[in-house]
């Protein structure tokens, strides 16, 4: 298995252009998660999804960021407007189910918004 | 509510030395317990985990780690630091029920040649 696929690894954008950051999760895996890496906050759960639905989106840290997952192989985190504080390292990851099975994490994206 | 605490956000180490990094969590049920380690520009990655059954856990590049009840602890020991280790550590917690891992704040493992 290739694991967690996320992309891409690195982006650099502009202030207040849309960011759209990727993930692929392991076949089979019914949970889905997206987490932000800051030195400041340290590792954050932003939203989860199990079996393609959102689930807890408190993470969430205002209306400009949106996650969807349309199917069961593919999940997105668009950030719009994006804005320099949004800089961090995202984090997808999946698990086969709760419990003892714990998570894969994807490389990450390392978003840098200038 | 399920929690984790760990001990020290900084631990250095010479290399050689034995290496303790501290976890503590709260929870009225056994839970399961997780070690994750992430090196520099890298994802997480699982080390061990505790599901209930022996008690002493052995992990990857030879962590161990030992499930205390009385204790409530899940502190992670490797008898002789390599440079190579040299990273940021997670303890998890699952609590049995729950859907999703409470991870503590993570401490930075440094080796001294």
């Known amino acids: 298995d290739a694991g967690v696929i996320q992309s891409p690894r690195h982006e650099v954008t502009e202030m207040g252009q849309e960011v759209t950051l990727r993930c692929k999760p392991i076949?089979?895996?019914?949970?889905l998660f997206w987490y932000r890496q800051t030195m400041m906050r340290g590792l954050e759960l932003l939203i989860y999804?199990?079996?393609?639905?959102?689930?807890?989106d408190s993470g969430m840290p205002e209306d400009r960021f949106s996650a969807k997952m349309p199917n069961a192989s593919f999940s997105t985190l668009k950030i719009q407007p994006s804005e320099p504080r949004d800089s961090a390292v995202y984090f997808c990851?999946?698990?086969?189910?709760?419990?003892?099975?714990?998570?894969?994490f994807g490389s990450g994206t390392r978003l840098t918004v200038v | 509510a399920q929690s984790v605490t760990q001990l020290g956000s900084h631990v250095s180490v010479s290399e050689g030395a034995l290496v303790l990094l501290r976890c503590n969590y709260s929870?009225?049920?056994?839970?399961?317990l997780f070690w994750y380690v992430q090196y520099p520009n890298q994802g997480l990655q699982l080390l061990l985990k505790?599901?209930?059954?022996?008690?002493l856990v052995k992990g990857i590049n030879g962590f161990e780690a030992e499930f205390k009840k009385s204790e409530t602890s899940f502190h992670l020991t490797k008898p002789s630091a390599h440079m190579s280790d040299a990273a940021e550590y997670f303890c998890?917690?699952?609590?049995?029920?729950?859907?999703?891992?409470?991870f503590g704040q993570g401490t930075r493992l440094t080796i001294n040649p």
């Open positions: 999804f199990n079996n393609n639905v959102p689930i807890d």
């Open positions: 998890a917690v699952n609590i049995q029920g729950a859907q999703k891992l409470v």
């Open positions: 929870s009225s049920v056994p839970p399961y």
């Open positions: 505790y599901t209930s059954a022996a008690t």
């Open positions: 990851a999946s698990s086969l189910a709760p419990g003892p099975y714990g998570y894969t």
């Open positions: 076949s089979g895996h019914d949970y």
